[in-house]
């Protein structure tokens, strides 16, 4: 089982060339960065782990220049986002994104997607917060229409639209490997074999009663069931934890670090290096 890592990089942490040549080094497989564009102040949703936000929210660094950044120091690291709120950005500038770092990285990136928790954040994007779910999936086909071998143009059942353009580069492999985070549910797991390679959930929870509904709706909507892939993410392990899911077929897992300075990042990682 791949060991991977995720980490709210800021400000005020390690930085992402040194924390991506010391994950390389170390022979973990990769880096997944979550993403927040800004917090606003005056909020109204409570923060989903309760309490008190973490400061780390509001001073997270843009995950596709850090992952730009850990690209360049590496050669076999993979580099994801978990999550990125796709429902946030405009599409087509997203796809550019995303096939650019695919490409330069000779297709080491993992599109981690999810549809968000704090709807001031979403509302000043734009985001009609009941639609969410239906922007993402259409911004989603957007992408693919671009990142398509020849010009495809799109009209989407939310607005999202693009004429047949030439649109390079092109991801490394057609398309970047694609999971969706979120909890366990009819709906999320119809999405997840409509459109992606795999489910991203937090923590792992529960997967011993979830996982056998999501592989049959996933082989009723005709996909390979050799081809689901669930990367249990932001975990803190165990070695009873870690045994578990490789039980369940995962064959790779993403553990949380702590957003600090070198010294404690570093620390850690040499703690996770036992599940190598």
Request: aromatic content about 8%; glycine content about 12%.
């Amino acid at each position: 089982m791949r060991i991977s890592t995720t980490i709210f990089l800021t400000d005020e942490t390690i930085t992402p060339v040194r924390l991506a040549r010391d994950l390389e080094q170390r022979g973990f497989a990769g880096l997944y960065l979550p993403e927040h564009t800004h917090i606003p102040v005056e909020r109204a949703t409570p923060y989903p782990a309760g309490g008190e936000l973490p400061r780390e929210y509001g001073r997270t660094l843009d995950p596709f220049v850090a992952l730009g950044q850990a690209a360049a120091v590496t050669e076999r690291l993979g580099l994801g986002t978990g999550i990125t709120l796709v429902a946030q950005h405009d599409p087509i500038a997203l796809a550019k994104q995303i096939a650019t770092l695919d490409h330069l990285s000779g297709g080491r990136f993992t599109l981690g997607v999810g549809y968000g928790w704090n709807r001031e954040e979403a509302a000043d994007h734009g985001v009609d917060w009941p639609t969410r779910r239906e922007l993402t999936s259409d911004r989603l086909d957007l992408m693919r229409a671009l990142w398509a071998p020849e010009p495809t143009a799109y009209a989407g059942k939310s607005g999202a639209s693009v004429r047949a353009s030439e649109a390079w580069p092109k991801p490394a492999g057609g398309a970047p490997r694609t999971l969706l985070g979120g909890a366990a549910g009819p709906k999320l797991f119809a999405e997840i074999a409509a459109r992606t390679d795999g489910w991203m959930p937090i923590g792992g929870r529960g997967l011993t009663e979830s996982l056998p509904v999501l592989r049959e709706v996933w082989e009723e909507a005709g996909r390979d069931p050799k081809a689901l892939q669930v990367v249990p993410y932001a975990v803190l392990p165990n070695p009873g934890k870690l045994a578990r899911y490789a039980e369940l077929g995962c064959e790779e897992v993403v553990l949380q670090l702590p957003p600090g300075g070198e010294r404690e990042v570093l620390g850690i990682l040499d703690a996770y290096a036992q599940y190598l």
